[in-house]
Each structure stands twice: as structure tokens, then as C-alpha cells.
């Protein structure tokens, strides 16, 4: 199956995006709506640290195990996603620029690596659910971001 990208733009540096980003707990902030009852293991930033989480998406509720397996300050982490008993295997790849504006431009990309003769047979229907859930993860990001300031170093 085909990547999905979704991008926004953040008034933050990439060092204050990537610093945020590297907490694996701050995410639930911003994926809370399709992504519930967070469980974290590992250590809380960095390569390693893992959470196990709910996903709800499309009518089908099915944990998911997320777990950062590389990280290049300030630019990059790379998530590894195993559900479905292990038949669905996928990356979540955060790619940070410097925008022309100052801020950042952040990129979120998920790509399927296995995935159950379902979700192939479907794959437009999945691509399309999960670039409607991104695009609101990366809008409740920039919220995140856009905060008082405290979001990006706390």
C-alpha cells in the first residue's frame, strides 16, 4: 500500500518541534481523538520509548503498539506500528524543515510495511481514513505548538 502524507506549518523552531515530538507522552495530547488509553513503557523520549494505545478508526477498534526505533535530532523520528495481532506492521515517519516563515514545517508520513489482506483489498478506503486522522493530528499539533510557549519545552 501507498504512504499517506499529511503536512502543516508551526511557529516553532525545528529544535522546539523535535523536542516536543521526542516525549512519546505528548502525543496523546494531540491523538487523543482516534487514539485512546495511552500505556507507556520504555523510556519517555527517545529511541525505545514505546506506548500501546486503542485506535479507533473506521468502525474498528484494534491496540496498536508504537514505538520510536530511530531519532536525528532535529529533524527526524521514525515510529515503528504493530496491530492486529501482528499481521499489520507500519512506520510513522516525522520529518521537521525550517519553513520560509521562521517556524517549521512538519511532516507526518505512515506507511504500511504488512498489512492484512483487508486492509489491501480496501486500501483507498484506509488511505483516505488515515489521511483525514492525520490531517486533524497535525492541526491539533500545530495547537499544541502554538500555545504559551510551554507546550514546545515542556
Not at 501507498?2 to 496523546?28: G, N
Not at 500505556?39 to 523520549?45: I, K, L, N, V
Not at 506492521?89 to 520560509?100: C, K, V
Request: charged share 25%.
Amino acid at each position: 500500500m501507498k504512504p499517506v502524507t499529511v503536512s502543516i506549518d508551526v511557529p516553532r523552531t525545528p529544535e522546539q518541534v523535535y523536542d516536543f515530538l521526542d516525549v512519546m507522552a505528548h502525543h496523546e495530547r494531540f491523538t487523543d481523538h482516534y487514539l485512546t488509553d495511552w500505556r507507556y513503557s520504555g523510556p519517555g523520549r527517545g529511541v525505545g520509548a514505546c506506548a500501546t494505545v486503542t485506535a479507533a478508526l473506521g468502525g474498528v477498534r484494534t491496540d496498536v503498539t508504537i514505538e520510536v526505533v530511530e531519532a536525528e535530532a532535529p529533524r527526524r523520528i521514525v515510529e515503528r506500528n504493530v496491530s492486529a495481532g501482528g499481521r499489520r506492521l507500519a512506520h510513522g515517519i516525522y520529518t521537521i524543515e525550517p519553513s520560509r516563515t521562521g517556524g517549521s514545517r512538519v511532516s507526518f508520513t505512515y506507511g504500511w510495511t504488512r498489512a492484512p489482506l483487508a486492509d489491501r483489498l480496501l486500501a483507498p478506503v484506509a488511505r483516505a481514513t488515515m489521511r483525514r486522522a492525520n490531517r486533524t493530528v497535525m492541526r491539533r499539533l500545530a495547537a499544541e505548538l502554538a500555545r504559551d510557549g510551554s507546550a514546545a519545552g515542556s
